[in-house]
């Protein structure tokens, strides 16, 4: 019987390196959906589809086309992935290389992938278009997504250059 289980154990392992997919989450296990674990990993309060998170960002968030280390890397909808995607950036390489760290992409269905190597493929160098490191292959896929650009945590600030300071006054009416 030991010999039996070692061998489905070799088995089982065996098929899961070999084959064309990771495996999807089990019964019991969580099934992290992108928008959620990029909320929480991340600490941006934005609720709904992937594809709405750009354009709840603004005038909430700061948004750019330069990653930085915890900001969220928002998809554009396409192909398959008709509700978009986000995904934390774990790691800042280059200026057109990072890692994210998100849930539910690809073969990892339901499943958190940590430290992805994402690569911007756009011709001006801003972001809009990237490939991703695809396991089965051991290489960047060969799809390219579009993109919005990063969304950061912190607060959106006034572009018209006003910032507003403030001080407390002290008794005798002096900052």
Known sequence: MKRLTAAAV?????FFVL???APAAKAGEPYWQCVTFARMFSGIEIFGDAHTWWSQARNRFQTSERPRTGSVLAFKPSGRMSRGHVAVVSEVLTDRVIRVTH???GGSRGKVEENVTVVDVSDRGDWTAVKVWYNPINDLG???YPT???IHKAPFQPSDGLLMASASVGADGQP
């Open 142 to 144: 060969t799809s390219v």
């Open 148 to 150: 919005w650009g990063f």
């Open 19 to 21: 084959g064309p997919m």
């Open 10 to 14: 070799a088995a089982t392992l065996g």
């Open 103 to 105: 849930a539910n992409w």
